[in-house]
């Protein structure tokens, strides 16, 4: 009887609740394991379409950017494009680099972060100027979308510091699988993706106005190309804002790093789509001499043609077409 008593645990309430604690904790962790490894499909693709997207579209960058004499346009055009690659470089070391220490995971995630950011900027910046164009270079368009494109580097400028400032890491139990497990602090990043969707939806406002109110009578490849690219695309950004927005809200109320599912990915559409629509500008105008027989040819289009839509339709091709190294 004497050795049955000592084989009974001292304290059975414990014994009871301990296991299941310990299970819960485990199938958290596991679960946080498998969204952080997803979450590392989703950049690592992202990366992956960059490189993918140069390559497919290398024959025309040569043909129109690279051989090419060196303008501001030539250099907008590389600045938006190979931002990315800068990018891409910085996820993959967030992704593959054996990272061990909190710390250095946070480091890494702030370098991209911090990264890909600048070469947002660049394409909102290009973003306006296209807009500005196809509203006939209209000075209350560019006032009006220079205030907002200040105010939100201001609102990413702050996101960023408030989300990163409280995002933690925990230690990964395989580190060199998945050296960074992110868990976030806030939902600062929120603020930021709203302020895109306000930002692309007033440029695809003001594009749609002027396809539907002005553009009635017949297009040239300029225009057409301006459009066909510029709503498009602003509807793929603003679709991916909103998405990050409805991600943000649910996720964090779980702590889920999945709010952080699309971040690159939209970083890297924003590169890509901006260096798509000036390198298909240029392909529509031509450069040099094509361009010069563009304009005379879109002159004599529109030299008996008195109405306001075709007159100011004419104003924005020269408009792109003589400033085509300066969009």
Not at 265 to 280: A, G, K, M, P
Request: proline content about 4%; some cysteine.
């Amino acid at each position: 009887m004497g050795s049955r008593a000592t084989l009974e645990p001292p304290h059975p309430q414990a014994t009871s609740s301990n296991p299941l604690d310990t299970v819960r904790e485990s199938m958290s962790d596991v679960e946080l394991l498998m969204e952080t490894v997803n979450i590392s499909y989703a950049y690592f693709a992202a990366g992956a379409l960059v490189v993918y997207d140069i390559a497919i579209c290398l024959g025309d960058e040569i043909n129109f950017i690279w051989t090419q004499k060196w303008t501001s346009g030539k250099i907008v055009y590389i600045l938006t494009r190979y931002w990315g690659v800068l990018d891409s470089i910085a996820i993959m070391i967030y992704i593959f680099f054996p990272l061990s220490a909190p710390d250095s995971c946070k480091a890494v995630y702030n370098l991209v972060a911090w990264t890909a950011k600048p070469g947002v900027i660049i394409c909102s910046m290009v973003f306006v100027f296209r807009t500005y164009a196809i509203w006939g270079r209209s000075l209350y368009v560019l006032a009006y979308l220079s205030l907002i494109q200040v105010v939100y580097i201001f609102v990413l400028v702050f996101s960023l510091i408030q989300s990163n400032e409280y995002l933690t890491f925990p230690l990964s139990p395989i580190p060199n699988i998945v050296p960074c497990m992110p868990t976030p602090g806030n939902n600062k990043l929120f603020i930021l993706f709203c302020y895109n969707m306000i930002f692309e939806f007033n440029v695809l406002c003001l594009s749609l106005y002027k396809k539907f109110f002005h553009w009635r009578g017949g297009s040239t490849r300029i225009i057409h190309t301006l459009y066909r690219d510029g709503v498009l695309y602003f509807a793929v950004l603003f679709s991916i804002s909103l998405a990050n927005v409805i991600l943000v809200v649910t996720m964090f109320a779980s702590r889920s790093p999945y709010y952080l599912f699309l971040v690159a990915i939209q970083d890297v559409l924003h590169t890509i789509l901006t260096s798509r629509i000036l390198l298909n500008l240029r392909k529509a105008a031509g450069v040099g001499h094509q361009a010069h027989v563009m304009r005379i040819e879109d002159e004599e289009l529109f030299e008996s043609d008195r109405s306001y839509t075709r007159g100011f339709r004419n104003r924005v091709v020269k408009s792109v077409t003589t400033h085509l190294d300066s969009f």
